[in-house]
């Protein structure tokens, strides 16, 4: 009897193997090379430069906060606490002091404030951060 050669035994074939094993490494190695980095600078890098109510603060809000503190929910949902409009979160703010205004103590959990979002875990550092620039650079309507 003729024993059929094993496929993958076959030398000629090896080379190939090796290839596709070095490119499966390199693709490994890379994506982790790429977690790792955007893990590191993505985490501690905060830009506060540029922050305006209605490019930063009005949709950090709007996201974490109106489901209880729009017009609409307020009522029944944020205790009477609107936050929605300039003219509505103006009111929780001292501009100029955020340690002083219930805005930013309520979301950094200063001692003596509430803690915000209610019954959720608290914002990224650099939404508070934001928050925190917004109101000491005077709570501006920009
Ligand atoms: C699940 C509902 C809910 C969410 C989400 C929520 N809040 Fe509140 N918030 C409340 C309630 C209820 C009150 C009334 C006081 C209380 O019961 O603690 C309140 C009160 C407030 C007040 C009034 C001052 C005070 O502390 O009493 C501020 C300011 C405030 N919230 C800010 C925020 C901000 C900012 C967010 C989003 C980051 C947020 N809240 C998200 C329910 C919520």
Redesign the pocket.
């Known amino acids: 009897m003729c024993k059929k050669p094993k496929y993958y035994l076959n030398l000629m074939r090896r080379p190939y193997f090796i290839l596709f094993f070095m490119i499966c490494f390199a693709v490994l190695v890379s994506s982790c090379y790429y977690d790792s980095e955007e893990y590191i600078y993505g985490a501690s890098e905060c830009d506060t430069t540029d922050v305006t109510y209605s490019a930063t603060i009005q949709p950090i ?1 709007e996201l ?2 109106y ?3 729009s017009s609409a929910s307020a009522s029944f ?3 009477d ?1 609107v ?1 929605e409009g300039y003219e509505n979160i103006i009111e ?1 703010v001292e501009p100029g002091i955020a340690e002083e205004s ?2 930013y103590g ?2 950094a959990w200063l001692p003596g ?2 803690h ?5 875990p608290q ?1 990224s550092d650099c939404d508070i951060a934001k928050v925190k620039k917004w109101i000491d650079d005077g709570a501006l309507n920009n």
């Not at 915000?116 to 959720?120: A, E, F, L, N, T």
Request: hydrophobic fraction near 40%; aromatic fraction near 4%.
């Open positions: 809000i974490n906060c489901i209880c503190h949902a944020g205790g606490n936050l929780q219930n805005l309520d979301i404030f509430n915000m979002p209610k019954g959720q914002l």
